[in-house]
Structures are given as C-alpha cells and as structure tokens.
Nanobody, 114 residues
C-alpha cells in the first residue's frame, strides 16, 4: 500500500521560512512526478509545485522565486523549501505523486502570521 506522509508544517512569521518534507512508502517513485498542492481557507485545492523524474520543476506563479521543490529518489522523498512566506501562503499543504496525481498525503498545516 502506497502512503505519502508530510511533515514540517507549523506557524511562522511573515518573511520566514519553512521546509516541508514528503516521505513515500510502499512504492518507489523515482520514475514518477511528485508535487505539492495547497488548500487555503475557503478555497479549492491548488497546484503549488511539481518535479519530474528528470528533475525538471514547475511552479505556480504565486510562489515562483520563493519556493523550491526538490527530490531525493534514493530516499523516496520530496521537499518543498518555502522562503519569504506571506499570510496568503497560509494553507494545508498536500504532497502528491504519480501520473496522474494518484497518491495523496493527509496534509500539513502552514500558518503565516503577521
């Protein structure tokens, strides 16, 4: 059974940084894309960032230049480094994997306070 587990969420002040990590168990994801999505209060889930098996990455315009996605295929993990955080980054962040986005984690809360 494939499981994705996020960690690293929490409370941070405006301008601060957080690093989210996603650990995959039950299957190797080295040949598949992995990504991060978020759901802000009262809004639908939205795409944040993704990384292909090649290492090529993609970002939502709202996070370009502030967030960086990375992966470690040997460890079966994918991280999201978030810098210069803004109040509008407050959301539950979800890790996802597969083509299409077949597998999802439970989410981790990120709260940016002003």
């Amino acid at each position: 059974q494939v499981q994705l587990s996020e960690s690293g969420g929490g409370l941070v002040q405006v301008g601060g940084s957080l690093r989210l990590s996603c650990a995959v168990s039950g299957r190797t994801f080295s040949a598949h894309r992995m990504g991060w999505f978020r759901q802000r209060p009262g809004q639908e889930r939205e795409f944040v960032a993704a990384i292909r098996s090649s290492g090529r990455s993609f970002y939502a315009d709202s996070v370009k230049g502030r967030f960086t996605i990375s992966r470690d295929s040997a460890k079966n993990t994918a991280d999201l480094q978030m810098n210069s955080l803004k109040p509008e980054d407050t959301a539950v962040y979800y890790c996802a994997g597969g083509d299409p986005w077949t597998y999802w984690g439970q989410g981790t809360q990120v709260t940016v306070s002003s």
